[in-house]
């Protein structure tokens, strides 16, 4: 559900016709994205957007409930996987709800990116640093 004002036309209109459960992936630059998938590409180049930002401005628009993680990410990339679950745990302190954590393979990961109802894909070099959101609700 649509929190506040975002500029990107694609993601405020996918935010704003998010239903609970529905998916949406953050992923960084190498993600494979399958062809019948909306991508929302804000790539501009190495590092810009960086995942964080689009991470932040995601969690500022949309109640989310859930995240989907691939173990790689804590592993190969822990600076950024830190912060992202630090995010995450601020996210819960504003909206006063708790954010389940699923940890799968990055197989698993990728399939599962096929149900999103949008891929956006950030210019994050980062290995690993992708997300899926699954939406809450507000009240």
């Known amino acids: 559900m649509k929190k506040s004002t975002l500029l990107n036309a694609d993601l405020s209109y996918l935010v704003a016709t998010l239903g609970h459960t529905d998916e949406i992936t953050i992923c960084d630059a190498g993600l494979p994205i399958a062809e019948e998938t909306q991508r929302i590409?804000?790539?501009?180049?190495?590092?810009?957007?960086?995942?964080?930002?689009?991470?932040?401005?995601?969690?500022?628009?949309?109640?989310?409930?859930?995240?989907?993680?691939?173990e790689e990410f804590a592993k190969v990339s822990p600076a950024l996987h830190a912060a992202l679950l630090d995010e995450l745990k601020a996210e819960e302190a504003r909206c006063n709800k708790s954010i389940a954590i699923a940890y799968?393979?990055?197989?698993?990961?990728?399939?599962?990116?096929?149900?999103?109802?949008?891929?956006?894909?950030?210019?994050e070099c980062t290995p690993y640093a992708n997300v899926i959101f699954q939406a809450g609700v507000v009240f």
Not at 109 to 116: D, G, M, Q
């Open 41 to 70: 590409d804000l790539a501009l180049t190495h590092g810009v957007p960086s995942f964080m930002d689009t991470v932040r401005v995601i969690l500022s628009e949309s109640q989310i409930e859930g995240v989907v993680l691939a």
């Open 104 to 123: 799968v393979s990055h197989e698993e990961f990728k399939a599962r990116t096929h149900y999103s109802r949008a891929v956006v894909r950030t210019g």
